[in-house]
């Protein structure tokens, strides 16, 4: 489906939350879902309804809170699964059940026990039974990332035949190469009648650290939604991670492709999954990371401070993460002293920041990092009175 807008489908609630020891309850996840409604994202895969009553319960839940954003929940390509997703979606404003099946040589022969004919069948049969209950059925090629394209594309022309409205081309394993993975996508733009008329999706893991890449890639190639989660978190090194996704498109300004998320909100809604997951978001995770906006080389630091885009391409207001820190260590120069010592009210002359400067070397290679007590301190001891931070 050709369009400007790529669509963001958040599976925090689903995928993100298969992370050991990150398990939900039902208030919590319809607390997320609420944020992820206010960020913008367009699809909020909410569950596995068929997995467990708690599952069915937040999926329900989720249904009802939500009047603005597609509500969806996974299944396997199994009659009894989608019933029951179709139960669970019943109160949703919009709805979608996302059905599907390995596609794959290894998933075929190793996991399912089946033949090439017979994927084909039971996907289609999956198609048309999830519209007796939505009108919305996303139909996902698990492991396609690893499926031959001739085939992957048969499967995903009788899928659309059967009623899909978005068909999704999972990175399941975190397979692929950026361009492999383009070239598939375009692909099937290229060899699929009808598939103008649906929306391809992107949901690629991180097992060799590009999901991002992928997703990104996907859209280059055709896709028009990526499948992704807050923090990149899921399954084994996690999903394509929704801040880079969105923040890339915008910055770079993808083909001139655009989201509906809010990114001055990533920061805050970065922390409440970190809060209600217990999961921790590592110091140099982009975007949302501790050290994201965060200097502590003497080089970088002087640059940020004549001019922000001489090492920042992302203004850190912009995604709701305040303004850049200046980290004073063995590394930081003269100017980035300065500047710390201007939050003490000190305005340092030239000779006084050179002496000034030897001092604080001698802390900083003592110290992994020179905090505000230590500079009080180092201030204090060079004037020979206390001086506190005055900022």
Known sequence: ???????????????????PGSKLNTREKVEIAYALEELGVDVVEAGFPVSSPGDFEAVTEVSKALKNTIVCGLTRAVENDIEVAGKALKFAAQGRIHTGIGTSP??????LRSTPEEIIK????AVKYARNFVGDVEFYAEDA??????????????????????????????????????????YLNDNVEGIENVII??????????????????????????????????????NTALEEVVMAIKQQKLLNYHTSVKPVML?????????????VVQPNKAIV?????????GIHQDGVLKNRDNY??????????GKSAFILTARSGRAALNFRAKKFGVDLELDDLNQLYNHFLIVADQVKEVTDDHLGQILSNYYGRTILRAI
């Open 1 to 19: 489906m050709s369009s400007d807008k790529v669509y963001i489908f958040d599976t925090t609630l689903r995928d993100g939350e298969q992370v």
């Open 312 to 321: 920042e391409i992302i203004d850190p207001a912009s995604v709701g993460a």
């Open 106 to 111: 290894q998933h075929i022969y190793n996991k």
């Open 289 to 297: 990371g501790a050290n994201a906006f965060a200097h502590s080389s």
């Open 122 to 125: 039971r996907g289609v049969a």
């Open 201 to 238: 999706s992107t949901h690629c893991h991180n097992d060799l650290g590009m999901a991002t890449a992928n997703s990104l890639a996907g859209v280059q190639g055709g896709a028009r939604q990526v499948e992704c989660t807050i923090n990149g978190i899921g399954e084994r090194a996690g």
């Open 145 to 186: 990332g690893r499926t031959d394209n001739e085939f992957l594309a048969k499967v995903i022309r009788e899928v659309i035949k059967a009623g899909a409205t978005v068909v999704n081309i999972p990175d399941t394993t975190g397979y692929c190469l950026p361009q492999e993975y383009q070239e598939k996508i375009q």
């Open 267 to 279: 920061n805050s809604m970065s922390q409440l999954v970190s809060d209600r997951m217990n999961m």
